[in-house]
T-cell receptor
Framework: DQQVKQNSPSLSVQEGRISILNCDYT??????FLWYKKYPAEGPTFLIS?????DKNEDGRFTVFLNKSAKHLSLHIVPSQPGDSAVYFC????????????FGTGTRLKVLA | GAGVSQSPRYKVAKRGQDVALRCDPI?????LFWYQQALGQGPEFLTY????????KSGLPSDRFFAERPEGSVSTLKIQRTQQEDSAVYLC?????????????FGAGSRLTVL
C-alpha cells in the first residue's frame, strides 16, 4: 500500500514556464511534507518543506501548496530553468512520535531550453 | 564532515557473498537513516538510529540485513548471502535531531549490483 503517490513519472516544460509537480498521500496522520531533488549519481537534496498547519510555503522560485482535505500537495517552480531538470520526490512524515519519511516514486522533470 | 559520506560508491557482489556498506554522517547529527532505492522507485525506509540506539528496524527486508552504529557516529549496513533482489542504491541520511520535522541530508549512495 503506497502511502505517498506521485502519479506522473515524467514532465516536460519549456524554460521560463511554470512546472507543477503533484503528490497525493493517503495517511491523514502525516503532518510534515518535504520535496527533494535528485540528480543522477547523487543523493537527494532537500528543496522545500511544509507543515500541515500551513497551506503554502514559498522559497524563491519554489512554492509548495498543501491541500489537507484533498490529501494533496504540489510543488510549483517559476520560472523553470534547465538546471531544474532532475527527479523530484515528495516525502511525508508525522512529527509526533515517528521520524521516518515515506517517499513517493518520483517525477522526472525536464526543462527544455 | 561537510556532508554525509558513503562508501563504497559502487559494489558488485556475486550472489551469496556478504557485503558491508559504510556511512559517515554529518558530525554531531543525532539521527541516522538507511534507505533502499530500487531502480525507478523512491527511497524506501530500512532502519533508523538515534545516536547508537537502533529505534526502528521495521524496514529491513529480511534477517540477512543488519545495521549498526556502535559509537553513535559511523554506521554500517551489512547484507549477508546477497541475492539478486538486493541490487539497489543504498542511501544513508542524517539529521541534527531526533524526531520528526527534521530535514534529512543524504549521502550519494552505495550502488550494489548482485550478479
Amino acid at each position: 500500500d503506497q502511502q505517498v503517490k506521485q502519479n506522473s513519472p515524467s514532465l516536460s516544460v519549456q524554460e521560463g514556464r511554470i512546472s507543477i509537480l503533484n503528490c497525493d498521500y493517503t495517511n491523514s496522520m502525516f503532518d510534515y511534507f518535504l520535496w527533494y531533488k535528485k540528480y543522477p549519481a547523487e543523493g537527494p537534496t532537500f528543496l522545500i518543506s511544509i507543515s500541515s498547519i500551513k497551506d503554502k510555503n514559498e522559497d524563491g522560485r519554489f512554492t509548495v501548496f498543501l491541500n489537507k482535505s484533498a490529501k494533496h500537495l504540489s510543488l510549483h517552480i517559476v520560472p523553470s530553468q534547465p538546471g531544474d531538470s532532475a527527479v523530484y520526490f515528495c516525502a511525508a512524515s508525522y512529527t509526533s512520535g515517528t521520524y521516518k519519511y515515506i517517499f513517493g516514486t518520483g517525477t522526472r522533470l525536464k526543462v527544455l531550453a | 564532515g561537510a556532508g554525509v559520506s558513503q562508501s563504497p560508491r559502487y559494489k558488485v557482489a556475486k550472489r551469496g557473498q556478504d557485503v558491508a556498506l559504510r556511512c559517515d554522517p554529518i558530525s554531531g547529527h543525532v539521527s541516522l537513516f538507511w534507505y533502499q532505492q530500487a531502480l525507478g522507485q523512491g527511497p524506501e525506509f530500512l532502519t533508523y538510529f538515534q545516536n547508537e540506539a537502533q529505534l526502528d528496524k521495521s524496514g529491513l527486508p529480511s534477517d540477512r540485513f543488519f545495521a549498526e552504529r556502535p559509537e553513535g557516529s559511523v554506521s554500517t549496513l551489512k547484507i549477508q548471502r546477497t541475492q539478486q533482489e538486493d541490487s539497489a542504491v543504498y542511501l544513508c541520511a542524517s539529521s541534527r535531531e531526533g524526531g520528526g520535522a527534521n530535514v534529512l541530508t543524504f549521502g550519494a549512495g552505495s550502488r550494489l549490483t548482485v550478479l
